[in-house]
């Protein structure tokens, strides 16, 4: 009885360990060309990738990579200026502390963006929304997330009365997880394209939500971790568009593809690139 119970375990061991070593060969293959032709490519905080996150330097080289959207999180600083930033405090990403809210412009200037990164970008500033549009509107997509919005009452007017200083916003695209700013932008300026983000808590989505959601949002934007391809599908029928962001896993690239979702929000701006499959392999 024992050398049979010993013979089943040698036996069960072994077969974890083909599994295993089949599943450690698949996740060091190389990428296989994956179609992204129409898809729309979205640089996450810039290309941040390879350069200081959320700065005129992560914007540019957006750009220069391809990308037909640049992303950037916007919070409100002390004196009402809308600051280019991911974090609502500046610790992380800055040489500087404390929370935008409680800080002013000129404060806010005097801070160095780029050594966090590299030290090839010291001196890089931190950039205001104004900064951002007189950079870089017309010349790339601009999808502006709104941060915290709870934390920044009238961040919405101020991000509308920005964008209403320029012709046409048709490239521009306003996002943040939180539904209700997002119907307060559309109910400001209801030409806007608006793109509400699913957190992980609001998955499954219901058809009711859907139906509620597609009546003022132009994309429902997900992590492709947390979306099933009928709600893409759902969405699609309600003429709605779906962006999705991952981690650099080829798997989920692979899977946004077979799921026909309509762009891709990622730290490269093209997947796949040959940079980005030599990043993933290593």
């Known amino acids: 009885m024992i050398r049979k119970w010993k013979r089943r375990r040698l036996t069960f061991i072994t077969f974890l360990g083909a599994c295993l070593i089949l599943l450690v060969g698949y996740i060091s293959q190389p990428i296989k060309d994956v179609d992204v032709e ?44 809308l600051i280019i930033m991911h974090d609502e405090t500046v610790d992380r990403t800055t040489n500087g502390s404390g929370l935008i809210k409680n800080m002013t412009l000129e404060e806010l200037k005097m801070l160095e963006a780029g050594s966090h990164f590299h030290p090839d970008y010291h001196g890089e500033p931190v950039i205001t929304l104004n900064e951002l549009l007189e950079s870089f509107f017309g010349q790339v997509g601009l999808l502006i997330e709104i941060k915290h919005p709870a934390l920044y009452p009238g961040i919405e007017e101020k991000v509308v009365e920005v964008l209403s200083q320029y012709p046409a916003t048709d490239s521009v695209i306003v996002q943040s997880f939180d539904i209700d700013s997002m119907k307060r932008i559309h109910e400001l300026d209801p030409d806007l394209q608006i793109a509400v983000l699913m957190k992980a808590s609001f998955v499954p989505v219901s058809l009711w939500q859907l139906d509620e959601l597609t009546s003022f ?16 599908d ?7 568009k779906v962006l999705v962001w991952s981690k650099k896993d080829k798997r989920l690239i692979q899977k946004a593809v077979s799921y026909d979702v309509d762009g891709i929000i990622t730290d490269f701006s093209r997947w796949p690139v040959e940079e980005d499959i030599q990043a993933v392999n290593e």
Do not use: C, W
């Open 38 to 81: 129409g898809m729309i490519s979205v640089a996450h905080r810039g290309a941040a990738s390879y350069a200081p996150e959320n700065t005129h330097a992560a914007f540019q080289k957006g750009i220069e990579l391809g990308a037909d959207f640049i992303e950037a999180d916007v919070h409100l600083s002390k004196d009402g200026e």
């Open 217 to 232: 949002a132009t994309y429902i934007n997900f992590n492709i971790s947390a979306v099933a391809k009928r709600t893409v």
């Open 234 to 240: 759902e969405i699609h029928k309600r003429g709605g």
